[in-house]
Each structure stands twice: as structure tokens, then as C-alpha cells.
């Protein structure tokens, strides 16, 4: 069966500190990764999407970027924190298929201070 | 841009009443998905309709698309406070790869 991790689970950074965040998923091969950002009981913004090792889609300009070096390996990365990074980082997957539906990590709860 | 609507944001009922979330666009999807997420976790996924018109059902959870498939409404009859968590709805165009989600509906369910 397929799992998808995600750490560290909290991290607590200062502004104009380097992030990197590391999501990998088990017992499937190629798959399509997603991160997400997502504010306290709010809905999911889709920050980058990668369809392959080093296929990198942004989705909205920030201070993020993302890096896919394998093929079950996805970084969510910045080389200066600010505060508005603070959130809640989920990272996705999928095998694409007819409904595109994407199954979830178990989260990154960043603060920035 | 694709915008989904969901309401309400956040509803607090008690154990046993019923209650209907909407999730609505002006956009039509080829497919729409409920997940369901607790703190502190990611979300899950409950179920997913694809055609106008359907409906499925999961235990007392029923999940309904629009005709149109624009819209979809999630209704939970007897709800329990395990039912309480966070509801998205998020849609897919069907060509891009991407989900659309709508901003949520907490649910707290008292006991």
C-alpha cells in the first residue's frame, strides 16, 4: 500500500531563517506531488505541482520554491523566511487516473517568528 | 479563475440533529471530492461524484452533485460528535491536474 510522509511535523523558525520542508511517498512509482499551504480552518492553496523529477509548476509567486531531485521526493524550500510563511504545509499525491483525486500527508505546522 | 464557494464556514450543532453543507461555482467540473480533515492532520478523502445528478451515500453521510455539476451538498442525518472536523470540497476541471478547493465548513457536533 501506498504512504506519504512529511517532515518535521512542527517546526518553529525565525524571519530571514532557510526552510526546508521534505515530503516522500512509498509503494507507488511516477507519481504527481502537490504542495499545499493552508491557514487555520481554511481551505488548501496549491503552492507548486510536479508531474516528474525536476517538473516544477508554480502556482503562486512567493518566497517558495520546490525541488523534485527523485522521483518520491518532493522539497518545499526558502532561503529567507517571512512571517507570512507561517501556515500549515501539506504535501499531496496522486497517479493522476480519471478523477485526479489526491490522497495527503500528515502536515508540516510551521511559525515563523 | 475557478472560485468554489462552500457554506457555511463553520456550523455547531447537537448530537443527533441533521445538517447540509453546500460547496457551489459558476464553473462546471468534470468531478467533485469530499474530504474531511481533523487538527493537526491532513485531509481525507470520503468520497468522490462524477456525474450530474448523483448521489452516494456513506453511512450517514449523503453527497449529492449538482445536474449542472457546478454544485454538490454534502447532508449528515444524525450527526455524532465524531463527525466533527473540517469539510472541504475541492473540484476538477478535468484537464489540468489540478483541484480547486472550496475554503471549508467546520463542524463542531456537542455531545
Known amino acids: 500500500s501506498q504512504t506519504i510522509h512529511q517532515w518535521p511535523a512542527t517546526l518553529v523558525q525565525p524571519v530571514g531563517s532557510p526552510l526546508s520542508l521534505e515530503c516522500t511517498v512509498e509503494?507507488?512509482?511516477?507519481?504527481?506531488l502537490y504542495w499545499y499551504r493552508q491557514a487555520a480552518g481554511r481551505g488548501l492553496q496549491l503552492l507548486f505541482y510536479?508531474?516528474?523529477?525536476?517538473?516544477i509548476s508554480s502556482e503562486v509567486p512567493q518566497n517558495l520554491s520546490a525541488s523534485r531531485p527523485q522521483d518520491r521526493q518532493f522539497i518545499l524550500s526558502s532561503k529567507k523566511l517571512l512571517l507570512s510563511d507561517s501556515g500549515f504545509y501539506l504535501c499531496?499525491?496522486?497517479?493522476?487516473?480519471?478523477?485526479?483525486?489526491?490522497?495527503f500527508g500528515p502536515g508540516t505546522r510551521l511559525t515563523v517568528l | 479563475t475557478q472560485l468554489l464557494e462552500q457554506s457555511p464556514q463553520f456550523l455547531s450543532i447537537q448530537e443527533g440533529e441533521n445538517l447540509t453543507v453546500y460547496c457551489n461555482s459558476s464553473?462546471?467540473?468534470?468531478?467533485l471530492q469530499w474530504y474531511r480533515q481533523e487538527p493537526g492532520e491532513g485531509p481525507v478523502l470520503l468520497v468522490t461524484?462524477?456525474?450530474?445528478?448523483e448521489v452516494k451515500k456513506l453511512k450517514r453521510l449523503t453527497f449529492q452533485f449538482g445536474d449542472a455539476r457546478k454544485d454538490s451538498s454534502l447532508h449528515i442525518t444524525a450527526a455524532q460528535p465524531g463527525d466533527t472536523g473540517l469539510y472541504l470540497c475541492?473540484?476538477?476541471?478535468?484537464?489540468?491536474?489540478?483541484?480547486?478547493f472550496g475554503q471549508g465548513t467546520t463542524l463542531q457536533v456537542k455531545p
Open positions: 499531496a499525491w496522486n497517479v493522476g487516473g480519471l478523477y485526479n483525486e489526491q490522497f
Open positions: 509503494g507507488t512509482s511516477n507519481p504527481n
Open positions: 510536479s508531474v516528474g523529477i525536476g517538473q
Open positions: 464553473s462546471v467540473f468534470s468531478s
Open positions: 461524484v462524477v456525474t450530474g445528478g
Open positions: 475541492a473540484g476538477d476541471s478535468g484537464n489540468t491536474g489540478k483541484l480547486i
